[in-house]
């Protein structure tokens, strides 16, 4: 199923995101990944993870709205973990690296285990994911729509790039495990070549 979004607006001018996405993996490993901020950000179109320290994130986020293109510097971490819950929740904000505009976000992530099918789904997770967005300065001018969907083609894009993200990692161990398979059959296999010419060998003369 691909990602979603539903916008809705509240009196205060914060604007609410709905988007839904699944990723080829098992929901445990699904999320372990979601907690690795370094790892996920290397998924984000346009963004820039410039440092990490003590829980908290500093980077920069390149993102296009109608006609404009915008550069946010700004600050991200982790508020709650629910590992039983498997809820993640971040909390977000910047500055426009040119001009006064600011924009925030809380997002809060959420893993849900699709059951296997028959043909293929077992071992896939889907990802509702629940945003509240404050946009001023420039972007705020284009409307909640045009704001909505923008978000809409970041979650999608986003969910592309983790998905190939996580496959290309798990072909990647399964290439590990094969190699290490090879070896160790090519080790078991010149044992049983020794042993089979130790046992051919004359006995020594008495």
Same mark, same amino acid.
């Given at each position: ?81 629910? !590992? /039983?819950? =498997? ?6 904000? #910047?500055? %426009? ?5 600011? +924009?925030? $976000? ?60 996580? !496959? /290309?990692? =798990? ?6 495990? #094969?190699? %290490? ?5 090519? +080790?078991? $296999? ?17």
């Amino acid at each position: 199923r691909g990602p979603y979004t539903r916008p809705r607006t509240k009196g205060t001018g914060i604007m609410e995101l709905d988007h839904e996405f699944a990723v080829p993996v098992p929901v445990d490993e699904a999320w372990s990944v979601l907690l690795d901020v370094e790892r996920v950000a290397q998924c984000v179109p346009g963004a820039t993870l410039d440092s990490a320290e003590g829980g908290e994130y500093t980077g920069r986020l390149r993102v296009r709205v109608g006609a404009m293109t915008v550069t946010y510097r700004g600050t991200a971490r982790i508020v709650a973990a629910d !590992e /039983s819950a =498997r809820t993640v929740t971040i909390e977000a904000s #910047g500055k %426009e690296a040119r001009g006064s505009g600011t +924009a925030s $976000a809380t997002v809060q992530a959420r893993l849900h285990p699709v059951p296997g099918d028959g043909e293929g789904a077992a071992g896939t997770t889907r990802v509702t994911v629940h945003t509240k967005l404050n946009v001023t300065g420039r972007p705020a001018q284009f409307g909640r729509n045009i704001l909505a969907e923008v978000g809409a083609k970041l979650i999608g894009r986003f969910a592309k790039a983790l998905a190939e993200e996580l !496959e /290309s990692s =798990r072909q990647g161990d399964g290439a590990d495990a #094969g190699a %290490e398979d090879v070896v160790g059959q090519q +080790a078991a $296999a010149e044992a049983a070549r020794e042993q089979t010419q130790e046992a051919a060998a004359p006995a020594p003369e008495a």
